[in-house]
């Protein structure tokens, strides 16, 4: 075993950066260049010596979302609409997606799919092509409960059991289910 302070190589620093991008240490060993015959083993064996364990560590500790982060992106999502994504046209009244906009642009993170279809019609002045667009967001609704449960204010329950809770105020939702803090 190798002091956890030892400098890496350049192959070793090379083998840290892949592993943590897909965390398979023989495909690690590959690309950082180590012999393919024997890249399962030295993959194997890296992962043991406390330099590059220390690395990688290090590496995955630097890149791990915070508490903080996880509840901020779920606001976003939370926040999301349809409206960033959509335009009307001031004359026909028309509304059609519209994925280029400044506000669009700035909210493809709350986006969940998108599909587009293209169909060709052949009329007498030529094809016609008509792009049919369809987003779809992330549930808006089930990041506010992650939140909710993040800040401890909702606890979901097992078979409808309400839940144990002091205090308790109840809220009903347009679709009829309950919402407690």
């Not at 999502?77 to 519209?98: E, H, M, Q, Y």
Request: charged share 25%; glycine share 4%.
């Amino acid at each position: 075993m190798t002091p956890a302070n030892q400098p890496l190589t350049a192959r070793q620093r090379k083998f840290v950066e892949v592993f943590c991008d897909c965390l398979n240490a023989t495909k690690a060993a590959r690309v950082a260049g180590y012999a393919h015959a024997n890249a399962r083993i030295i993959g194997r064996q890296n992962l043991t010596k406390l330099n590059i364990a220390a690395a990688i560590e290090q590496r995955l500790a630097e890149s791990i979302m915070t508490p903080q982060e996880a509840a901020y992106r779920l606001s976003l999502i939370g926040r999301g609409t349809f409206a960033n994504f959509l335009v009307v046209d001031p004359l026909t009244k028309s509304v059609r997606i519209d994925l280029n906009t400044p506000d669009a642009q700035e909210n493809l993170h709350v986006l969940k799919k998108v599909k587009q279809r293209r169909t060709i019609r052949h009329t007498k002045e030529g094809p016609v092509e008509t792009v049919y667009t369809e987003i779809e967001l992330y549930d808006a609704l089930d990041a506010i409960w992650k939140i909710l449960q993040l800040h401890m204010r909702y606890q979901p329950t097992l078979n409808n059991q309400k839940p144990q809770t002091a205090n308790v105020v109840v809220y009903k939702l347009p679709d009829g289910q309950e919402v407690r803090f």
